[in-house]
């Protein structure tokens, strides 16, 4: 469907042209009624009056003339009967039933008795000797015949007089209203639209076009497009709660961006100040631990402090490499690298943690030698180790760690499966993002500070790659990684 047609403008003149269609056509359907009712109402009492009034005069002139003169009698006839177009005939009718003349035979000579039924009831009209109507006089009647008897000067009856009332006068000023009506009804409903259109166009439609593009430009982030609306009802209300609106993102946005920074510059600053005295204590562990004369009690100790050390000195360099990344303030060394072999080394260096919980390596590899890619070995030998890390610490006591290689459409796919307490689904979204721990890291009381996987995604994605998991709680998660072959990178 267009999107034209899912358009406020759309659906507001649809409903407007059918709202006037129907008020339109009810009212010149109203006034159509109304004059046909007139006009029918009018030719009835115009044919009555006619009737009433031409008798005298017809019947005197058959009199005279229809014996001594017939032309001068059908030319006064046609004369009295041109009074009224909507009697098309008329006939002179005895009381036993004879027509002495009929305007539509005009040959003089006298056509029979009426015979048919509905004649009859004619005869009995005529003999009756006072107007009456076919159909009966009724206040709605509209009577197609009208029978008038003619009384001479002393009273006798000797005929009446049969007139036929056409309606077709009716029919034919119906139609030209009906299309007159139709023609005025269309102009003034395409002027109503083009006037409505016009102004609706200028007052709401033109004005909330106006928000909506500068709304459309704020979500992309032009935070310092005004809208302009000249309106002072809720369109202008509106359009100035969304530049306010703006201005309010606009100043958020740059404290926070002030506050990202001076966290940044935070972090870098602690972490690369840690450096001194990590140093200072590795040092002394060095002099220490080279004592031969200590007893196992403090080499133990003296192995945990290494240890602590070791782990301060790993999140020093994860926040900085994150700061790093964040910022994109160093740029990536890029080398030749065989995939299959660093994840082999990858999992060599967490075989210790392995083996204590008894957790076994298994490598899926095509048979086919896969293509070297172009990476930055430190960095993606990193990112790798925390998920294969995260495999090994988050599995089950004698549980396996799948690691599968394949090459396709140049691009290497890389997916690393453990069988251990897998992730919630309403976690997995948000398993990537900068100090979060999942509900379960929680309950099983697993160390670490949650930016493993936040960095990991930053150099994958740093690579031009892809991330993403699969998992189901108790049952292990599978991670997933695709990497280009040969790529450019480019700092942005």
Do not use: C
């Not at 497009?225 to 201005?247: F, P, T």
């Not at 506050?259 to 972090?267: A, I, R």
């Not at 192995?303 to 160093?330: F, W």
């Amino acid at each position: 469907m267009p999107s034209f047609v899912k358009s406020i403008k759309f659906k507001f003149g649809l409903v407007l042209v059918l709202l006037l269609f129907l008020v339109f056509t009810i009212f010149a359907g109203f006034l159509i009624y109304r004059n046909i009712n007139a006009q029918n109402k009018y030719l009835t009492s115009q044919a009555r009056a006619f009737a009433q009034l031409s008798v005298q005069p017809i019947g005197d002139t058959y009199s005279l003339y229809y014996d001594s003169g017939y032309n001068k009698f059908t030319q006064l006839m046609d004369q009295i009967l041109s009074l009224d177009k909507d009697i098309i005939e008329a006939q002179i009718i005895s009381p036993n039933g004879e027509v002495l003349y009929d305007t539509v035979d005009l040959s003089g000579e006298k056509p029979s008795k009426l015979k048919n039924e509905n004649n009859q009831e004619v005869l009995k009209k005529i003999q009756a000797n006072e107007a009456s109507e076919i159909p009966s006089k009724t206040e709605e009647s509209k009577p197609k015949q009208i029978i008038q008897p003619y009384f001479e000067d002393w009273g006798a009856h000797p005929f009446s007089i049969r007139y036929f009332v056409s309606y077709d006068s009716v029919t034919k000023n119906i139609a030209a209203t009906i299309f007159a009506s139709a023609l005025l009804s269309a102009a003034f409903l395409a002027g109503a639209v083009v006037l409505i259109f016009f102004v609706i166009g200028r007052t709401i439609i033109s004005p909330m076009g106006s928000v909506i593009e500068g709304a459309r430009l704020i979500k992309s982030g032009d935070f310092s497009h005004n809208i302009e609306v000249k309106n002072k009802d809720e369109i202008g209300d509106l359009a100035a709660a969304v530049n306010q609106m703006a201005q309010t993102l606009k100043r958020n946005i740059v404290e926070l961006k002030e506050l990202d920074k001076l966290k940044d510059e935070f972090v870098f600053l602690a972490s690369h100040n840690l450096r001194t005295p990590i140093t200072i204590i590795r040092g002394f562990l060095e002099y220490l631990q080279e004592n031969k004369s200590l007893d196992s009690d403090a080499k133990d100790k003296l192995a945990k402090i290494e240890a602590g050390t070791k782990e301060l000195e790993a999140l020093a360099e994860s926040l900085l490499n994150i700061v790093a990344l964040e910022n994109r303030e160093k740029s990536l060394y890029i080398e030749k690298v065989d995939l299959g072999d660093l994840v082999e080394k990858i999992a060599e260096d967490y075989g210790k943690e392995a083996a204590q919980k008894k957790v076994s390596f298994i490598f899926e590899t095509p048979s086919k030698p896969l293509s070297e890619i172009e990476v930055d070995k430190i960095r993606m030998k990193q990112a790798l180790g925390n998920i294969i890390g995260n495999a090994v610490k988050f599995n089950r006591e004698g549980g396996k760690v799948i690691i599968k290689l394949e090459e396709k459409d140049g691009q290497l796919l890389l997916s690393i499966q453990d069988n251990g307490i897998g992730i919630p689904k309403e976690e997995e979204k948000h398993i990537f993002e900068k100090f979060h721990r999942a509900t379960g890291v929680l309950t099983y009381n697993y160390e670490g500070i949650g930016l493993g996987l936040y960095s990991t995604r930053l150099i994958i994605e740093a690579h031009r790659g892809k991330i993403w998991v699969e998992a189901t709680p108790g049952e292990g998660t599978i991670f997933y990684v695709t990497l280009p072959i040969t790529v450019k990178y480019l700092k942005d």
